[in-house]
Each structure stands twice: as C-alpha cells, then as structure tokens.
C-alpha cells in the first residue's frame, strides 16, 4: 500500500540538509553540519524549516481500501421533547391498550416491531416528564420512556484517521507506513483529540496563522480552510501558495478539513487558516519576512500563530514581534528544532510569548531529534505524522499526502490545541491559553525526568484534560 | 452566602417573627423533627442547560399556634445540597461538580392563617421561605501537570406563597392541597488555582418553575403527637420537580 518515494524532487536538497543536521540519520552527517554552520556564520539571520525526515507516500490505489464505520453512543442528557416509547404487559389486551391511548390522548401512535414497544407522541399540552409520570403508576404499563437523542461520536470519518493518525487517537496499532517501517503503536499516546472534540470542534473566526512555506489552497484539505489567500512575504505579492510541502503539511495538521470522509482529520476541526508565506522553496527564510509576518498575522486576525521553523539567534527586533502577538491577544507556537541541540530555536525560545514544542513519537518517547531547553513547554506527537500535501509534489501517481517527522509537525498539534481552546472559551488571555497546554499535559517521561524538564516540558499535551470539565468528586 | 442575601433571608425571617411578635404570646408550641426532599430544576445566566438540584434536609424547629389564628414554625438543621452536573465553563480550566450532596445548614420559616372555614373545608394563607447555605468544600485537583486546588461554596433560598386546601371531615386525618406562587434563586462560587492560572466563577441561579402544588395529609395521633406528610410537584416548562417532606410534631 506504500512504498518509499525514490525519486528526488526540487525539496531533495533541502532534504539532505535536514537529515545531515540529525545526528544518526546520515552518514554524511559531519559534512553537511560543517555546511550549515558556515551558513548560519554568513547568513546570520537565516530562519529555515528542518524536516527530520519524510517521504514514504499513501499511494493513490489505497484510496479504495478503506471503510471506517463510525459507532453510535446515546447521550443522555437530552431526548425528543414531544415523544416517548412504551411497552405495555404482556397480558394487556389490545383493546384494552388501545383504549388506553385513547384515554391518554397519545398521538401518532406507531409500533415497533418483534419488541412489542410503541412509540407515540405526548398529548398536546403536557410535557414527556408529565406524561412519564402519570404512565408510571399504570399497572398495565411495563415501562416508559422517554425517546433519548443518539449521535454519532465526534470521531471523524476521515479515511486515514483511523488507520494513521495516532497522534490524535491512538489505538495501539500498526502503524503501517512502508513495508520497513511498522512500527507498534502505544494505545493513549496520543493528544486526546477524540474526546476534547465531544466539547468542540472549533469556531470558525479563530483563525490560525501558518508562517512557513504557504499552503495548497487547492488541496481538498485545505481549499474551504483557508480565510484568503494569505500573504507572501518572500515574495512580496498577495499569494502564499506553497511551492515546498512544508506549509500545506504543518496546515493540515493543525486545521485541515474534516469529517468529510476523505484524507486526514485536523486538531481544530472548524478553524481556519491563514497562510503567511515566510520561507522560500528551498526551507529557509530570514528574520525580516518572519518579523513581519507575525505582526501581519496578527494585524489580520489571527488568534493562534504556528511556527513550524526557527532559526539559531536571538534578536530583539523577533523578540518585539513576538510580544506584539502576545500583548494583541494571539498565542504564538514554535517548533523547538530538529537538531538534537541543548539550544531551543526562536522565537521558540521567547518564553514569556511563545509556546515552545518539542516531539513525541507513537509510544510516547521523547523524539531523539528535539532540540532541549528549559524553554521547552510541551511535547506533541512529531514521528510520521500523516497530513496534506500539495499533489504536484507527491507525483500524481500517489495521493497528496506524506508522512513527516520533526519538531515541525509537533508544533501544529499544539497550535490546533490553542485554537479550540480559543473557540471555546473566546475570553481567555494568551497567557491562560498558555498555561492551559503546560498544566493539562500529560508528564509522559516522569520515569526519567518527573515534572517539568528540559526535553517535553510539562509533557506531551492532552487536549482532553484541557477542553473537558475537570469532575469535583 | 453573600452579605446581601444574607441580609435578606435574616429579614425575611425577622420579619415572619416580628409579624407573629405583633400578635399576643403563642397559645401553644410543638417542636417539629423534619426531613424533606426537594429537586429545583434552574438555568443560570444566558445557558440554555437546565441543572437540577437535589436537597436532602433535616430540620428541627418550633411551631407556634397564636391565640390570633396564627400558626408559625421556624426550623433551622442540615442539609445536603447535591449540584451534580453543574459546570463551570468559566474557568479556564473547566470544572464540572460531581461530588453529591454538600453539606450546609438549612434554615426555614412558614406562617399561616385561617381566612375561611366552609363546612368541613378551612382556607388559608400560607407563606413559606427555606434556604440552605453550604460549608466550603475543598478539592484538589489531580492529574495535572502542576499542583491544583478548587474550592467551593453555594446557597440557595426559595419562597413560596399562596392558598392551602384543608379537608376535616376525617377527624384526625386532614388532607390538604396547597397551591403557591414559588420563586427560588441561589448562587455557586467556584475558585480554582493551577500554579500561575487563579480564577473564581460565580454562578448565579434561577429556578424554572414558579408554581407549586403540594398534595399533604396531617395525622393527629394525640394531642402531643402529630404527623405531617407532603408531597408535591413544580412544573415547568419541559419538566418537573418534586417535593416530598415527612414532618413530626411533638409537644413536650
């Protein structure tokens, strides 16, 4: 069902670097980091989005495959307003019931079959408690009920959610992504994303600004997710179409469109995005685009900015515009970096404005490629995390997702996070929202490193502890 | 219980006292030994949830016959005030009460008198408050990535005002119906603390019905012992709440 792309693209290249820059993952590892970090001396400004690695591909036959049946749970807090069921005695004539009804003055009255149970409308002008508590002292009534709603669970029908995306719900499977690479999934190390969404899905006006390569706004994904076509700071025009993947990966992750039966499900089911082209095709950027790029997000509505990138060295003028976002309202979320460094990239490291996210892969353990910090405020999962991405750059004979690991797919966890948490409680400070995503996470290294530490935080977050009433017992 | 309904549910029952305190010294007095059940649906705010609460109360009083035809009980006691599903979404960390019945003390007042006696039928006016305020209960909050607490208080009163119903033909057993105009209000403090993250949320309270019917028999065992049982229902629009007390009235 997949298999490994072979063939190189325009991103190869970006590619290489990003792996040579992990230790372990490539034996040309020592050359390609001598590179960078000549880079990095001359061109000191320079921001970029390392991605660990990426590439096995969903191929386009799979599409046919998959049939995900969705279960039904009653909730009982509410039932139909005007009906309920009733199941008389066995020994109760038919004549007898009927003139039982008639006396009642039930309405539309109609029989369920083999279980001897009629439903039937409540007579006009009494409510179904009133009604139920007449029928309960009828010796000739067996019981009665009132008709509860049923729904379906908040668990999207998207094709791949159920199969790949164990970073929102993890069931403890297989994640089958090549033939080399399968490996056994820890059920519950995940985000808690299925029950958070019992509580919302996200509100359409927060929006969530995705600084990075742009978006696909094509993709089914992304196509009615996307608030306008952004802007292109690289570029400088109007358009912050994706020539990279990055962008329309990271996007997905965070918002992509969902319950539509098709692709991949998104943190924030109902948010939107606005794309803010900072980073060129190649992966890299500079300090000035992404500087203006913040303020510009926030200038134009963004509740939650993600940042998929950084770059090594602090600057006050980056420092300022983080503050800006913070002190307008808008939560900022920053990939900490793949380098597997004791140094948090920025803005992730502006800790008093940023949220910084390190990766967790399937099994909860802490990704080998996280740069570390005491900045660091929360882990997401970031190994093979399924999401969009732009046709053109797949090939057309697969379909146009891939699956990435790094620190910048973590990231748009924890922006989706802070979006729903947004939609639901629209009142909330930055700093609330920011304390929120620490305090709710799940302290999945306390074996090794109990509390908060310098490689996931607080911990890997969990949604469900944020969204869904915490019970006083 | 904040100062200003403080004040009013001590008014109220001063005021009870002071009307009996008007009229000449009781006739008689029995001591009452209570226990009455209660649900109170009510929405607070602008939600559209309909909470419900559930009081369990204990009570012992006096009750005061006046030679003027007034009758008087004031009955203070406990009470367990069960909020269950109430929740607290504004919070930043939300909070959903699960903790059954809270403890708290539970005052009550009711005055009556007879306006018109038809045959075998006695008409009177009848008046009523009950309120319970709760102990503050603490919490600590677990599973979190910080050390967390919350701690809560609540009170609630109602008032309830209108005609009872009473048959004598039995001798001593009197069956009565009462229908009143009821009105019930209360409020819930909710205060949480997550390290840097300190809030409080206050949930003000409406109840959603404004009509009683009590269905109530008193037995006359003796001159010195006499049994009181009711049961009653509040509609509302989509629902119903109960009423169900057993009273005992012993002159000593």
Redesign the interface.
């Known amino acids: 069902m997949f298999r490994e792309k072979t063939t190189s693209t325009s991103f190869f290249g970006i590619l290489l670097l990003a792996f040579s820059l992990m230790p372990g993952l490539s034996d040309g590892k020592a050359a390609d980091r001598r590179l960078k970090t000549s880079q990095l001396q001359q061109k000191k400004n320079e921001v970029s989005t390392r991605t660990v690695r990426q590439k096995p591909l969903v191929r386009r036959q799979s599409r046919k495959m998959i049939k995900i049946q969705m279960p039904a749970r009653i909730q009982t807090s509410a039932y139909a ?1 005007d009906r309920i069921m009733v199941k008389f005695k066995p020994e109760v004539t038919i004549q007898s019931r009927e003139n039982m009804i008639a006396a009642y003055q039930m309405r539309d009255v109609q029989e369920i079959p083999r279980i001897n149970v009629f439903r039937m409308k409540v007579p006009e002008g009494m ?4 009604t139920l ?1 007449l029928l309960q002292f009828n010796p000739d009534v067996d019981y009665a009920r009132p008709v509860y709603k049923t729904r379906i669970f908040d668990i999207p029908n998207d094709s791949f959610f159920m199969l790949y995306q164990y970073n929102l719900y993890n069931r403890g499977i297989v994640l089958d992504i090549t033939p080399e690479i399968q490996p056994q999934t820890t059920a519950g190390a995940d985000i808690k994303a299925t029950p958070a969404w019992d509580v919302t899905t996200g509100n359409p006006e927060v929006v969530i600004a995705v600084l990075d390569t742009g978006a696909d706004m094509t993709h089914l994904e992304l196509q009615n997710k996307v608030v306008s076509s952004g802007r292109d700071f690289v570029n400088d025009d109007s358009d912050a179409t994706d020539d990279s993947f990055h962008g329309t990966h990271v996007a997905g992750v965070a918002a992509a469109e969902t319950d539509n039966a098709e692709g991949i499900a998104g943190v924030a089911w109902n948010c939107k995005i606005l794309p803010v082209k900072v980073i060129d095709q190649e992966g890299t950027g500079y300090y000035d685009d992404m500087i203006e790029g913040i303020i510009w997000a926030v200038d134009n509505g963004a509740k939650v900015l993600n940042l998929s990138l950084g770059g090594d060295v602090a600057d006050p003028a980056l420092e300022a515009a983080c503050k800006y976002a913070y002190d307008n309202g808008a939560v900022m979320v920053a990939a900490a970096g793949n380098d597997a460094l004791n140094a948090v990239a920025y803005p992730a490291a502006y800790d008093d404005y940023v949220l910084a996210v390190a990766a967790t892969d399937w099994n909860d353990e802490v990704a080998s490629f996280n740069n570390y910090g005491p900045e660091i405020d929360v882990a997401a999962p970031g190994m093979w995390i399924l999401s969009a991405a732009p046709q053109w750059y797949v090939g057309e004979e697969y379909l146009p997702y891939l699956f990435v690991s790094g620190t910048s797919t973590a990231c748009p966890h924890v922006a989706g996070f802070a979006a729903l948490l947004f939609s ?2 629209s009142w ?1 400070t930055p ?2 929202v920011m ?2 995503i ?6 999945v290294n306390s074996s090794s490193y109990a ?2 530490d310098d490689y996931i935080g ?2 890997r977050i969990n949604m469900e ?9 | 219980m904040p100062k200003s309904m403080r004040l009013k549910s001590i008014i109220s029952i001063l005021f009870l006292i002071s009307a009996v305190a008007a009229v000449p010294s009781p006739a008689g007095a029995d001591t009452i030994f209570g226990i009455g059940y209660l649900t109170r649906s009510f929405s607070s705010g602008e939600e559209d949830t309909v909470y419900k609460l559930k009081t369990l109360m204990l009570s012992t009083g006096q009750s005061f016959d006046f030679s003027s035809g007034w009758k008087l009980k004031l009955e203070a006691g406990f009470a367990l005030s069960n909020f269950n599903g109430l ?3 504004g919070l ?8 059954g019945g809270m403890p708290g003390v539970a005052l009550g007042a009711s005055i009556g008198k007879a306006f018109w006696l038809l045959d075998e039928f006695v008409i009177e006016l009848q008046g009523r408050v009950r309120s319970s305020l709760s102990l503050k209960k603490n ?1 600590t ?1 677990e ?4 050390p ?1 607490n ?1 701690s ?1 208080t609540n009170w609630w009163a109602e008032a309830s005002v209108g005609p009872k119903i009473s048959y004598h033909f039995f001798g001593k057993f009197v069956p009565y119906l009462s229908i009143a105009g009821s009105y019930f209000t209360g409020a819930f403090n909710m205060k949480e603390k ?4 300190k809030a409080s949320e206050k949930k003000t309270f409406k109840g959603k019905s404004f009509l009683e019917v009590i269905f109530g028999s008193e037995l006359i065992v003796s001159q010195k012992l006499q049994f009181v049982a009711e049961a009653g ?1 509040r ?1 509302y ?4 709440d109960t009423i169900l007390t057993v009273a005992t009235l012993i002159e000593f």
């Open positions: 307003p409510s179904v408690e009133e508590a639901f409680k909330l700093d609330q304390n929120i620490r305090y709710t996470a799940d302290d509390g908060k607080y911990g502890r944020g969204l869904v009433p915490y019970k006083l017992k | 929740a607290f979404n930043p960390v939300s909070l959903e009460y699960s903790a919490w909050l599973g979190f990535a910080v967390g919350a809560g997550l390290e840097n993250l229902f509609p629009k989509g629902g119903l």
